[in-house]
Structure formats: C-alpha cells, structure tokens
C-alpha cells in the first residue's frame, strides 16, 4: 500500500509563491510517473503538472512558466513551486502517482 502525503498549503496574496511537497512511501518511487493535480469548490478535479520517473514534465496551459514540478529520488518526494499565484489557483491540491494512488490533499487560498 503506497501512502501519499502532500504539505505546504496555506494562504498567499495574489503574486505570491508556495512550494507544496508530497512525501510517498515504497520503495519504487523513482520508477513511478507522480502528478499534481487541484480541485475547485465546484469544479471537476484537474491536473497541473507531471513529471516522469526520467524527469520529463508536462503542465497544464493555465500554470506553464509559472509552476515548476520536481522530485528527489533520494527523499521519495515530489514537489510543486508555484509562482505568481492568482486567486484562480485556489484549490484543494492532490498528489497522484501512475497506480492510481492520491494523497489526501492540501489546501491553496490565494488572497488578499
């Protein structure tokens, strides 16, 4: 059983930044696919981002050039930097992995 546990959420001011990390279990986590993805109060599940077990990554057209996805073998970690935030990118954000496991999620506020 795989546990994902995301961390960092919080409130921001518009233009502001926040790093969330996502904390997996096992032991084959550098072969694994991981994802950020966010869910609005009101709108369907969405994702944001995803990097390859060899580093490639993707983002949705809404967060390119502002959010940065990266991972740490080392630590069994998956990170999501996120720059210039926009009240827009309030959401609840979630942690994936290509088993089809998530994480509980982390809340994002962007606010002033």
């Known amino acids: 059983q795989v546990q994902l546990v995301e961390s960092g959420g919080g409130l921001v001011q518009p233009g502001g930044s926040l790093r969330l990390s996502c904390a997996a279990s096992?032991?084959?986590?550098?072969?694994?696919?991981m994802k950020w993805a966010r869910q609005a109060p009101g709108k369907q599940r969405e994702y944001v981002a995803i990097?390859?077990?060899?580093?490639?990554?993707m983002y949705a057209g809404s967060v390119k050039g502002r959010f940065t996805i990266s991972r740490d073998n080392a630590k069994n970690t998956v990170y999501l930097q996120m720059n210039s935030l926009k009240p827009e990118d309030t959401a609840v954000y979630y942690c994936?992995?290509?088993?089809?496991?998530w994480g509980q999620g982390t809340q994002v506020t962007v606010s002033s």
């Open positions: 096992g032991s084959d986590f550098r072969f694994r696919t």
């Open positions: 990097i390859s077990s060899d580093g490639n990554t």
């Open positions: 994936n992995n290509d088993l089809s496991y």
